[in-house]
C-alpha cells in the first residue's frame, strides 16, 4: 500500500533542514522524499496541514518493570505511553527483578514486548551476572539472543580489573557497552549536587567531580581495550573536556544526556518534592546550559528520557529516602521542544539527538528520512499549548517532575513502519 504524506514541515536531521514537502511510504518504507511537485499514485493521502513530520524518536534507556515489577510499568502500558510521545523505538534496559543477565530471561522478555508493544522495542543486557559487578555475564549468547548493547545501569561496575575484562570481551565480540560515568563512592547516598543551595536544604549530595573520575577511569579503560563504548549521561560541564579529547584520541566513544538534566535544574528540588530526583541528581544551571551546549555542537550524542517508573509507595516518602527516576516517555518531547522555543536548538539538531544519533550508534535503519529507511514517524505539532496532567499519563506510574506544568508541542500521531500506532 501506498501512503503519501502531504503538505508537512519535513524535519530531516541528516540534512539539517526543516521545509515544507511530502512523503510517500511504501511497504512500510520510505519510498520517496518529496520537495515540491507532486506525486500520484497513492492508494492513501494524509494531509499533514504543515503541522512538523519527523523520525520517531529512538529511546535509548527505558525501564519497563517486566519481570518482578510489573504494577509499575507493563510492556503494554509503556508501549502505549511510547507511541502517545512520538517513540517508535524502545530500547530497554536490563535493571529488572531478575535482572536480564541470561537469554532464557532475554527471550522471555522479548516475547512479551512483541506480544504486548505497539512499537519498535529492543533489549539490553546486564553487563555482569546480577549486575553486581563481579562476574561478566555471556555476552556472545546474548547477542545471539537478540541483546543490543551491556550494561550494568546505574550499578557502577567498581572492581576495574572485571570492568577491563569484560570491555575487552566485548570488543572482539563487536558488542556496545553502556556505562554510568560516576564514581561509586562519592556518589554512594547522594540525593542532590554538592554546592549551597544542597548545604542549606540538608540533603546529603555528590560532587560534580564524580561523574569527571568515572568518565576518567572508563576513558583510560577504552584506551587499553579498544572497546566500543557509550556514557548513558553526562550532565556536568567538568565532564565535557575529558569527553572532548577522548573524540578527539579516536576512541569509539559515544555519549547521551537526560531530557530532565537538559530542561530542570537543582533549585527545582527546593520544595523537596520527589518526583524531581533522579539519578544522577539535577545539576546546577551552568552544568544545564553547558550540556545544552554540548547536545547543539555534537559533542553529546543523543537525548534520552531515561524513563524509570516508580509507585507512589516509593516516591511518597522523605526526599533522602524516596526512590530516584521519573516518567518521560510521553514528556520527552514536549520536554524537548521547550529547547527549540528558548533557541537553544533546531528542530533538526534535536532530532538529530533524539533519532539519528541513537539508531546509528545501535546500528538500526531507522531515526531518518531516506530513501529506503523504516516508516517510523511522528507527527505533531510544536507549538500547540497545554498545562500536563500526570494522571492522563498512560504509564502504570505517574512520577513526572511536570505534573501541573505548561507545556508546548503535541504529538498527533505516531507511525510504525507506516502504520498508525497513535492518532490524538
Excluded: W
Amino acid at each position: 500500500m501506498k501512503i503519501l504524506f502531504t503538505n508537512a514541515r519535513l524535519i530531516d536531521p541528516e540534512n539539517d533542514t526543516d521545509q515544507i514537502g511530502a512523503l510517500m511510504v511504501e511497504d512500510g518504507l520510505i519510498k520517496e522524499v518529496i520537495y515540491g511537485g507532486s506525486f500520484d499514485g497513492a492508494d492513501n493521502t494524509i494531509d499533514c496541514g504543515k503541522k512538523c513530520l519527523a523520525p520517531g524518536i529512538v529511546d535509548i534507556g527505558v525501564k519497563v518493570c517486566e519481570p518482578g515489577e510489573r504494577h509499575k510499568e507493563s510492556y503494554r502500558s509503556a508501549g502505549m505511553a511510547a507511541a502517545a510521545g512520538g517513540v517508535t523505538t524502545m530500547v530497554t534496559r536490563p535493571d529488572t527483578l531478575p535482572a536480564i543477565d541470561n537469554p532464557e530471561t532475554l527471550e522471555f522478555v522479548a516475547r512479551r514486548a512483541n506480544e504486548a508493544a505497539p512499537v519498535n522495542v529492543l533489549t539490553m543486557a546486564a553487563l555482569t551476572k546480577g549486575r553486581e559487578g563481579r562476574e561478566m555475564t555471556e555476552i556472545g549468547f546474548l547477542m545471539d539472543a537478540g541483546a543490543v548493547a551491556f550494561t550494568d545501569c546505574d550499578h557502577v561496575v567498581s572492581d576495574t580489573k572485571v570492568f577491563s575484562r569484560a570491555l575487552t570481551y566485548a570488543r572482539a565480540l563487536g558488542a556496545l557497552v553502556i556505562a554510568h560515568p560516576q564514581d561509586p563512592g562519592l556518589s554512594a547516598g547522594a540525593a542532590a549536587t554538592s554546592g549551597k543551595f544542597a548545604s542549606l536544604r540538608g540533603l546529603p549530595a555528590v560532587p560534580s567531580m564524580a561523574e569527571r573520575m568515572g568518565l576518567d577511569r572508563d576513558i583510560a579503560l577504552l584506551e587499553m581495550t579498544g572497546a566500543r563504548y557509550h556514557a548513558d549521561q553526562i550532565t556536568t560541564a567538568r565532564a565535557l573536556p575529558a569527553l572532548e579529547r577522548a573524540k578527539a584520541n579516536g576512541l569509539d566513544i559515544t555519549a547521551g544526556t537526560s531530557i530532565h538534566h537538559l530542561t530542570l535544574n537543582e533549585l527545582d528540588v527546593s520544595d523537596y518534592r520527589t518526583f524531581f530526583k533522579v539519578k544522577p541528581p539535577l545539576r546546577s544551571e551552568a552544568d544545564r546550559q553547558a550540556v545544552v551546549e554540548a547536545v547543539r555542537n555534537g559533542l553529546i550524542d543523543t537525548i534520552s528520557s531515561m524513563h524509570t517508573p516508580q509507585d507512589e509507595e516509593s516516591k511518597r516518602l522523605p526526599f533522602e529516602e524516596a526512590a530516584s527516576g521519573a516518567v518521560a516517555l510521553e514528556t520527552l518531547l514536549p520536554a524537548a521542544l521547550r529547547l527549540y522555543h528558548s533557541d537553544d536548538l533546531s528542530l533538526p539538531k534535536l532530532f538529530r539527538a533524539m533519532a539519528t544519533n541513537p539508531a546509528k550508534r545501535l546500528g538500526l535503519a531507522a531515526g531518518c528520512l531516506a530513501i529506503g529507511a523504516p516508516a517510523d514517524l511522528v507527527l505533531f505539532d510544536p507549538d500547540a499549548p497545554f498545562m500536563l496532567d500526570r494522571e492522563m499519563l498512560k504509564s502504570k506510574s505517574k512520577n513526572t517532575p511536570f505534573d501541573g506544568a505548561r507545556m508546548q508541542g503535541k504529538v498527533l500521531a505516531t507511525y510504525v513502519a507506516g502504520i498508525p500506532v497513535f492518532e490524538a
